[in-house]
């Protein structure tokens, strides 16, 4: 009686030993639904390559099987297991991670146009998965290269007042010719450096001498001619906007220094000048 109860227990623990053996069969699976659609049987199987470091009894990088994105399996070695599909086109998809990376294979196959609705999973020597079929191991898509982000560059120009107009001139009749070759630079900058350009802000800028509202209308009227002059040359008029700031935002420390008119005039030249500012795309 005493031989009976252990053979008995030995039979149980050993029932018990092999039901708690997850790497007999495959988990987590889907696409098992026989329906009148579902008319193509697809037999996927694991051979018995192991990952590197891992033994039958301790697996640590199941292939996890993927169709259309829907996790359908996890498979050890020697897992096999039906899937009931439509003859449409699937993608398939197999992952493995370590606690280091993860890496996958995926493929496109129209299913009930195969010659053989068979499939092995296996692992290279570098723990890679891939897909057979019919004992040729198939070809992964090649991952969509990410898009380059391209961002937008401001370039900032300043044209000299004294080099582009006469003496307190401000239209296009008073353009002195070198002042003329100098904007048109700019529409060329514009056509050959940047693939587009989303705006363009011109300011008109004045030095100190004056009062405040010639010297803001001066500077608006600079910046106008400028932006005409570049628009008769190609550039979109609706990308460039124009303002003055009068003589409120100077580069020089106002020359307050400086007593003889001539010599004030030309210390507060680089005050007054049109910034340009290109905002867009480069080549």
């Not at 030995?10 to 029932?15: A, F, N, P, R, V």
């Not at 030993?17 to 008319?39: G, I, M, W």
């Not at 991952?143 to 120009?157: D, F, G, M, V, Y």
């Amino acid at each position: 009686m005493y031989k009976f109860s252990l053979w008995i227990t030995s039979i149980s623990l050993g029932l018990t030993a092999c039901v708690s053996n997850h790497y007999t069969h495959p988990s987590d699976l889907r696409f098992q639904d026989k329906k009148a659609e579902n008319n193509q049987t697809v037999i996927v199987k694991r051979d018995g390559v192991l990952c590197a470091e891992d033994t039958e009894k301790s697996q640590n990088c199941p292939i996890e099987f993927y169709i259309d994105s829907v996790k359908a399996g996890n498979f050890y070695i020697n897992n096999s297991a039906n899937y009931q599909l439509k003859s449409e086109s699937y993608n398939f998809k197999v992952k493995n991670c370590t606690e280091a990376s993860c890496q996958s294979c995926d493929v496109d196959l129209a299913v009930g146009q195969l010659s053989s609705n068979e499939f092995v999973l296996s692992v290279d020597n570098v723990g890679k998965p891939f897909i057979s079929n019919n004992g040729t191991p198939l070809v992964c898509k090649t991952p969509a290269k990410a898009a380059k982000s391209i961002t937008e560059k401001t370039l900032t120009l300043d044209l000299a007042a004294d080099t582009l107009f006469k003496f307190n001139g401000s239209s296009l009749n008073d353009l002195l010719p070198k002042g003329r070759q100098e904007v048109l630079n700019v529409a060329s900058q514009i056509s050959n450096n940047f693939v587009s350009v989303s705006q363009i802000k011109l300011k008109g800028h004045t030095d100190r001498l004056g009062s405040d509202s010639y010297n803001l209308q001066l500077g608006q009227n600079r910046a106008n001619t400028v932006r005409n002059l570049l628009v008769q040359n190609g550039v979109a008029g609706n990308i460039i906007s124009a303002e003055s700031a009068g003589k409120h935002q100077p580069v020089t420390n106002g020359c307050f220094d400086v007593k003889q008119r001539e010599e004030l005039k030309t210390c507060l030249q680089p005050d007054r000048r049109v910034s340009v500012e290109i905002t867009g795309i480069t080549k």
